[in-house]
């Protein structure tokens, strides 16, 4: 099974501000015949579901801001939030979907410093 | 625009089995191009993916629940369902249902419910 790790478990940063998390899997979740990472990345706020933002490790969802970005090939992953809003603060995951079964990070709460 | 509501009951009792269903609205849960899933997210928790199931009934679990895990469909009621056997407090959680992007991103799930909690006591 692919045990994912994120870090930090929290952060604050300021208004304006990037924000970086880091998501590690234990195994490569590259797939070789089509040079693909199967990796995506969901914001949850408190009291809702996730929401997807980013796939393929950094396909942006239709409708989500290009300040979120997704970087990172193989086992090492980032998302970056450019500048910082206030309505981003939330916990974000990230999720393989290379192999079952699925697994997420344990997540990266985001506060506004 | 597709969306997924969870039911059923908010409460179970320990060892009793754990059931919910997920009606699916502004879509066909027969397309042969998804994939329902069941998430749960114990308090304060991160997301434990519980398993998921194709438009044909092809299901797969997470091995760690897949003994006590039955998920099922129902395309005459666009719905599908999750049963939980011999719960105990440890199942106590939010159930999410979701699905998938389909052939765009097989097993990423773009469209989730509000989530119900389950809590398991006497």
């Known amino acids: 099974d692919i045990v994912m790790t994120q870090s930090p478990d929290s952060l604050a940063v300021s208004l304006g501000e990037r924000a970086t998390i880091n998501c590690k899997s234990s195994?490569?979740?590259?797939?070789?015949?089509?040079?693909?990472?199967?990796l995506a990345w969901y914001q949850q706020k408190p009291g809702q579901p996730p929401k997807l933002l980013i796939y393929?490790?950094?396909t942006r969802e239709s409708g989500v801001p290009d300040r979120f970005s997704g970087s990172g090939s193989g086992t090492d992953f980032t998302l970056t939030i450019s500048s910082l809003h206030a309505e981003d603060v939330a916990v974000y995951y990230c999720q393989q979907y290379y192999s079952t079964p699925l697994a997420f990070g344990g997540g990266t709460k985001v506060e506004i410093k | 625009q597709v969306q997924l509501q969870e039911s059923g009951p908010g409460l179970v009792k320990p060892s009793q089995t754990l059931s919910l269903t997920c009606t699916v609205s502004g879509g066909s849960i027969s397309s042969a191009d998804y994939y329902w899933t069941w998430i749960r997210q114990h308090p304060g928790k991160g997301l434990e993916w519980i398993g998921f199931?194709?438009?044909?009934?092809?299901?797969y679990y997470n091995p760690s629940l897949k003994s006590r895990v039955t998920i099922s469909i129902d395309t005459s009621k666009n719905q599908f369902s999750l049963k939980l056997s011999s719960v105990t407090a440890a199942d106590t959680a939010v159930y999410y249902c979701a699905r998938d992007k389909g052939s765009s991103a097989y097993y990423v799930m773009d469209y989730w419910g509000q989530g119900t909690l389950v809590t398991v006591s006497s």
């Open positions: 195994q490569s979740v590259l797939y070789s015949s089509n040079n693909k990472n199967y």
């Open positions: 393929w490790a950094s």
């Open positions: 199931i194709s438009y044909s009934g092809s299901t």
